[in-house]
């Protein structure tokens, strides 16, 4: 099993659409969390970065964490071509960036 | 992304040969990272500088991979006696200080091939 699973995806949405991202985790350490964007052939840019859990809002963005289910999400609202990429989630445990990344979920935004 | 340059952003090496890979943080960064994305995969750490430093290489394949960070320039990947499951895509991240509340940012990565 790995430490980190997110749905690979294609996931197909019209333009307007709330989209829901998700990845689930079994180690119990990480305390960081964050999603990052990758377009393709570029690299990840990051988006959204919390600490423990809750939630955090950034524009079209909200990231939720619920450390006792071990599941991180990121919503984005009113979704646009533009946001057409690759999303992963990342984690750490603490001390240092040493991140563990989910494969990535693929989106397109459709008009 | 632009801050953390990377070069080249193709590399293509015959079996054996020896691949170096730069990365230059971004301004008043002095903590430099390694990931590699293989196909289907995600981002798999490698190793963590700081100047003329290796503070983590737990990522690192025990042979044949090394990295530096010196005093001046930028950082160095380097990869010797290349074999095909080298190819991947090399990405770079800095950060400004040790730390998860200083998060991490990535440049475009360098697309090494191996014919």
């Known amino acids: 099993q790995k430490e980190v699973e997110q749905d690979p995806g294609p996931l197909s949405v019209p333009e307007g659409a709330i989209v829901s991202l998700n990845c689930t985790y079994s180690?119990?350490?990480?305390?960081?969390f964050m999603w990052y964007r990758q377009y393709s052939r570029k690299g990840p840019e990051l988006l959204m970065y919390?600490?423990?859990?809750g939630n955090k809002e950034d524009g079209r963005f909200t990231a939720q964490v619920d450390k006792s289910s071990k599941y991180i999400s990121l919503f984005i609202r009113d979704s646009q071509p533009s946001d057409s990429a690759t999303y992963l989630c990342a984690m750490s445990t603490g001390g240092g960036n040493k991140l563990t990344f989910g494969t990535g979920t693929q989106l397109k935004v459709e008009l | 992304n632009a801050g953390v340059m990377q070069n080249p952003r193709h590399l293509v090496r015959r079996r054996g040969q020896e691949a170096r890979l730069r990365c230059s943080p971004m301004k008043g960064h002095s903590h430099v990272y390694w990931y590699r994305q293989l196909p289907e995969e995600g981002l798999k750490f490698m190793v963590y500088?700081?100047?003329?430093?290796?503070?983590?290489e737990s990522g690192m394949p025990k042979e044949r991979f090394s990295a530096e960070f010196p005093k001046e320039g930028p950082s160095i990947l380097r990869i010797q006696q290349v074999v095909r499951g080298d190819s991947a895509a090399y990405f770079c991240a800095s950060s400004q200080r040790q730390g998860d509340n200083s998060p991490l940012h990535f440049g475009n990565g360098t697309r090494l091939t191996v014919t």
């Open positions: 180690n119990s350490a990480f305390q960081y």
């Open positions: 919390t600490y423990s859990s």
């Open positions: 500088l700081q100047k003329e430093n290796i503070i983590d």
